[in-house]
């Protein structure tokens, strides 16, 4: 049997580059005492067995990446741990996301940070469930506590993340074709996301999508909306824009935007 452990010193995420030291400090104090507890109840209920090194760290949240031993025999699997961050900047924005979703009603407060961060893990983690129940790529969600979210890992055996879209290298003599599929599955996968899931992505780019083997993986949905929300549409015009900025950029010969959104819409 494994011993369970939270091990932040021992980083195997090769990922890392020298500047980075700077966020990775920020990293580790994100886990203060709360944080350490939570993962620890996480290990104990059996979610996961060690959390390792950040996968990303960011303004808003840290991701780690995590491994769980299962009590039989079978294949330890990879999680994702994303840890949101108390910090007062960065979020003052983000309350027009809450405002308006009915399941927030009256629930959150602009004065309350740590109930505000709760909140962005809990949403996030619907949204998931949501996405993921049908069919479209995404982490697995996997539990949620307080502002700590579990999921799947999105990547490979020896803990490498999947890419960024940003990032993908499409290889091949079919690049080109390869770059007008992604976009066709992009669209189909923005209206399968309004019309099945209804939701709207609201921060949707090449930031937020991974690539791996010819797939699109959906992540980052805390801000996500339901399609009803007052700002909804306004937010689905902006991820369509993003959507069709890179696009555009990688050579592919983009639809208009009036006519995404119709076909998104409709
Ligand atoms: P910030 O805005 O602070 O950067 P964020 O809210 O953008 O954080 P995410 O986009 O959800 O956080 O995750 C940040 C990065 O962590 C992603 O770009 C991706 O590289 C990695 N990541 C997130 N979730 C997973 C996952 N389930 N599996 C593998 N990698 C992940
Ligand atoms: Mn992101």
Same mark, same amino acid.
């Given at each position: 049997?494994?011993?369970?452990?939270?091990?932040?010193?021992?980083?195997?995420?090769?990922?890392?580059?020298?500047?980075?030291?700077?966020?990775?400090?920020?990293?580790?104090?994100?886990?203060?005492?709360?944080?350490?507890?939570?993962?620890?109840?996480?290990?104990?209920?059996?979610?996961?067995?060690?959390?390792?090194?950040?996968?990303?760290?960011?303004?808003?949240?840290?991701?780690?990446?995590?491994?769980?031993?299962?009590?039989?025999?079978? *294949? +330890?699997?990879?999680?994702?741990?994303? !840890?949101?961050?108390?910090?007062? %900047? =960065?979020? #003052?924005?983000?309350?027009? $996301?809450?405002?308006?979703?009915?399941?927030?009603?009256?629930?959150?407060?602009?004065?309350?940070?740590?109930?505000?961060?709760?909140?962005?893990?809990?949403?996030?983690?619907?949204?998931?469930?949501?996405?993921?129940?049908?069919?479209?790529?995404?982490? *697995? +969600?996997?539990?949620?506590?307080?502002? !700590?979210?579990?999921?799947?890992? %999105? =990547?490979? #055996?020896?803990?490498?993340? $999947?890419?960024?879209?940003?990032?993908?290298?499409?290889?091949?003599?079919?690049?080109?074709?390869?770059?007008?599929?992604?976009?066709?599955?992009?669209?189909?996968?923005?209206?399968?996301?309004?019309?099945?899931?209804?939701?709207?992505?609201?921060?949707?780019?090449?930031?937020?999508?991974?690539?791996?083997?010819?797939?699109?993986?959906?992540?980052?949905?805390?801000?996500?909306?339901?399609?009803?929300?007052?700002?909804?549409?306004?937010?689905?015009?902006?991820?369509?824009?993003?959507?069709?900025?890179?696009?555009?950029?990688?050579?592919?010969?983009?639809?208009?935007?009036?006519?995404?959104?119709?076909?998104?819409?409709?």
């Amino acid at each position: 049997k494994h011993a369970s452990k939270i091990r932040l010193d021992n980083v195997k995420q090769s990922q890392v580059r020298e500047k980075d030291k700077a966020d990775r400090a920020t990293a580790e104090l994100v886990l203060d005492n709360r944080t350490r507890m939570i993962l620890l109840q996480m290990i104990n209920r059996g979610f996961v067995s060690e959390v390792h090194g950040a996968i990303s760290t960011g303004k808003e949240a840290n991701v780690y990446g995590a491994v769980l031993y299962p009590e039989n025999a079978d *294949e +330890p699997t990879q999680k994702a741990i994303k !840890v949101y961050k108390t910090a007062i %900047l =960065g979020f #003052k924005d983000r309350e027009r $996301y809450i405002t308006g979703d009915h399941r927030f009603k009256g629930g959150v407060g602009k004065g309350n940070n740590r109930k505000m961060i709760e909140a962005w893990a809990q949403k996030e983690f619907r949204n998931l469930n949501r996405i993921y129940d049908n069919g479209i790529p995404c982490p *697995e +969600p996997i539990t949620y506590k307080k502002h !700590v979210l579990v999921m799947g890992f %999105l =990547g490979d #055996k020896r803990g490498y993340a $999947y890419p960024r879209l940003r990032d993908a290298r499409l290889v091949g003599d079919n690049v080109e074709e390869q770059w007008h599929s992604l976009y066709v599955k992009l669209l189909g996968i923005m209206r399968r996301l309004y019309q099945v899931c209804e939701l709207v992505h609201a921060d949707l780019s090449e930031y937020n999508i991974l690539y791996h083997d010819k797939e699109l993986y959906i992540i980052d949905v805390s801000q996500s909306v339901g399609h009803d929300h007052p700002r909804a549409l306004e937010f689905l015009r902006m991820d369509i824009k993003n959507v069709g900025d890179y696009f555009r950029r990688q050579g592919v010969d983009t639809l208009q935007d009036r006519t995404v959104f119709n076909f998104i819409t409709a």
